[in-house]
């Protein structure tokens, strides 16, 4: 039996390297976004840490803007992004009377954000909270890059065993706050 697509869809719009209206359907099962260099797999990534709330540099970007289509020789530059998830909760996962629910953020060029559940206006912390109860807030692995990959795949079995009782949601304190060899926060200092 294939488990139903909890994903359904992305749609994007004046997002990064996505300057048209851009819908991306999920099926059932794992999904894999593949293309050649520079073709906005890795933006698409981003648009959907970005919807969800994630901010900076692990966008790849050095400001909020920055996210916004900048325009090329044919295209000028869009005023607005738009990033909407379309989620599969007929399971009631996150606990609203939805059985699909979109979840959406808008970043204008004046620097207002809009964070979106079902097309109605909601703070941020109330999207984090919704989340959070489905333990969806923090969670590092929720979308897999190939250089977390990489990096998983170069640390020493007593490593990577914290490592994927994280992702299992079984292991004490999460590997993604410890950091993993060559992530920025294994290069930090130490916090107390």
Same mark, same amino acid.
Request: no cysteine; aromatic share 6%.
């Given at each position: @039996?294939?488990?139903?697509?909890?994903?359904?869809? #992305?749609?994007?719009?004046?997002? $990064?390297?996505?300057?048209? +209206?851009?819908?991306v359907e999920f099926g059932p099962g794992i999904s894999a976004v593949v293309g050649p260099?520079?073709?906005? $797999?890795?933006?698409l990534a981003d648009a959907l840490r970005w919807a969800l709330g994630e901010?900076?540099?692990?966008l790849r970007i050095r400001r909020s803007e920055d996210v916004i289509w900048a325009g090329s020789e044919k295209r000028s530059a869009l005023g607005m992004a738009d990033v909407t998830l379309?989620?599969?909760?007929? !399971?009631?996962? #996150? %606990?609203?009377?939805?059985?699909?629910?979109?979840?959406?953020r808008r970043l204008y060029r004046s620097g207002e954000n809009d964070y979106l559940l079902n097309r109605q206006r909601v703070r941020l912390r109330d999207l984090q909270d919704l989340l959070d109860s489905a333990n969806l807030a923090d969670?590092?692995?929720?979308?897999?890059? *190939?250089? @977390?990959? !990489? *990096?998983?795949?170069? #640390? +020493? %079995?007593?490593?990577?065993? %914290? #490592?994927?009782?994280e992702v299992a949601g079984a292991g004490g304190e /999460?590997?993604?706050? +410890?950091? @993993? %060899?060559?992530? !920025?926060?294994? !290069?930090? /200092?130490?916090?107390?």
């Open positions: @039996m294939t488990a139903p697509a909890r994903l359904l869809g #992305l749609r994007v719009q004046g997002v $990064k390297s996505f300057a048209e +209206r851009t819908l260099n520079g073709s906005g $797999k890795s933006n901010q900076g540099r692990s379309v989620l599969d909760n007929a !399971d009631a996962l #996150l %606990p609203v009377e939805f059985a699909v629910v979109e979840l959406g969670n590092a692995f929720l979308f897999i890059g *190939q250089g @977390m990959v !990489d *990096q998983a795949l170069a #640390l +020493r %079995p007593e490593e990577r065993r %914290p #490592l994927f009782e /999460p590997v993604s706050q +410890r950091a @993993m %060899p060559g992530s !920025d926060a294994a !290069d930090a /200092p130490p916090t107390s």
